[in-house]
């Protein structure tokens, strides 16, 4: 696939040369010492190709990223019950807000603003110790990614508990609902510790690309979940998977992602290809400002989109 790997060239050189490169994170401590100017694309395509540009292979916080795999987790674990204690819906707040928790009584909006990863680090502790629960996701996407050296940085998780006093807010305000069957403290510390995981674009690619492939990992043809949930994930992140900037996303580049504050993206292009991007500096809404850029230009460039006829 030569043209992809060009494109993926080209549009690392385009954003080499930006200097409207968004603002790093500083909320998080450890964050706000990210390089701005770095920038990695990997793309690892269905028929077992690893396409990379840039500094692909510089491991990154993928804070809400793991998001997606945590509730891949969940749903294994619990399945459509799931969803007695988590919406379906966009936001259409911050990611962080307490307002529309407060009016909708305790039930998160969805899965991936900060109140729905919540509750499901609280499914995942179920039966578990906090350090049992974290353990099982981190060996999770090492498996995905087929990669045992991805690990949790442990001085951003030290750095978002340190400062993470609405998450607290929030985490006690479901508890209030019996939204939470823990202690707060206990699933928030598995939260911390899920969104402290680091990895490459390249691993990140790696553990997406289940998604692409209809539930299945092209690499072995074991299947990770059914097409049907592979389905219902990637509808997720294409409604929510940026907070309330997921419609303006949907808009310029039309195929399902996940953001994290830490700056990169994980999109899937189903039947095709697992796409992950790194670029620290945020936008207005939270998501990388220069990989939203990039995913709207390769997205053009291929003829992605899953809107397309």
């Keep these: 696939m030569p043209e992809l790997e060009q494109a993926l060239t080209e549009i690392a050189a385009e954003m080499a040369e930006r200097t409207d490169r968004g603002e790093v994170a500083t909320y998080i401590p450890q964050l706000g010492k990210v390089d701005p100017k770095k920038f990695g694309i990997a793309a690892v395509t269905n028929d077992g190709r690893v396409l990379m540009a840039g500094d692909a292979d510089e491991p990154f916080s993928i804070q809400s990223i793991s998001k997606v795999?945590?509730?891949?987790?969940?749903?294994?674990?619990?399945?459509?019950?799931?969803?007695?204690?988590?919406?379906?819906?966009?936001?259409?707040?911050?990611?962080?807000?307490?307002?529309?928790?407060?009016?909708?009584?305790?039930?998160?909006?969805?899965?991936?603003?900060?109140?729905?990863?919540?509750?499901?680090?609280?499914?995942?502790?179920?039966?578990?110790?906090?350090?049992?629960?974290?353990?099982?996701?981190?060996?999770?996407?090492?498996?995905?990614?087929?990669?045992?050296?991805?690990?949790?940085?442990?001085?951003?998780?030290?750095?978002?508990?340190?400062?993470?006093?609405?998450?607290?807010?929030?985490?006690?305000?479901?508890?209030?609902?019996?939204?939470?069957?823990?202690?707060?403290?206990?699933?928030?510390?598995?939260?911390?510790?899920?969104?402290?995981?680091?990895?490459?674009?390249?691993?990140?690619?790696?553990?997406?690309?289940?998604?692409?492939?209809?539930?299945?990992?092209?690499?072995?043809?074991?299947?990770?979940?059914?097409?049907?949930?592979?389905r219902r994930i990637g509808a997720m992140m294409l409604t929510c998977g940026h907070y309330?900037?997921?419609?303006?996303?949907?808009?310029?580049?039309?195929?399902?992602?996940?953001?994290?504050?830490?700056g990169g993206i994980l999109a899937i292009v189903p039947g095709v290809a697992s796409l992950a991007v790194w670029s620290p500096g945020l936008n207005a809404n939270g998501n990388s400002r220069l990989g939203s850029i990039a995913l709207e230009r390769l997205a053009k460039m291929m003829n992605w989109s899953v809107f397309a006829p």
């Excluded at 929030?170 to 823990?182: D, P, Q, R």
């Excluded at 899920?194 to 997406?208: D, F, V």
Aim: net charge negative; proline share 4%; charged share 20%.
């Design 69 to 230: 795999f945590t509730l891949t987790l969940a749903l294994g674990n619990v399945g459509d019950a799931l969803w007695q204690r988590v919406g379906r819906e966009p936001s259409g707040n911050p990611f962080n807000s307490i307002v529309q928790l407060e009016h909708e009584n305790g039930i998160p909006r969805n899965p991936f603003i900060n109140a729905g990863a919540i509750v499901i680090s609280d499914i995942l502790l179920a039966g578990h110790q906090p350090r049992e629960a974290i353990g099982e996701i981190l060996r999770f996407i090492q498996f995905l990614a087929d990669d045992e050296t991805i690990i949790i940085d442990r001085e951003v998780a030290a750095s978002e508990r340190a400062t993470g006093f609405r998450n607290l807010a929030l985490a006690n305000y479901m508890k209030s609902f019996g939204n939470l069957n823990h202690a707060p403290d206990l699933a928030l510390g598995v939260y911390f510790h899920h969104c402290a995981i680091a990895m490459s674009c390249r691993q990140l690619a790696l553990a997406g690309r289940f998604l692409a492939n209809g539930g299945k990992n092209p690499a072995t043809g074991h299947s990770v979940v059914s097409a049907e949930r592979a």
């Design 244 to 262: 309330d900037g997921s419609g303006d996303f949907a808009f310029r580049v039309g195929i399902p992602g996940k953001s994290g504050v830490g």
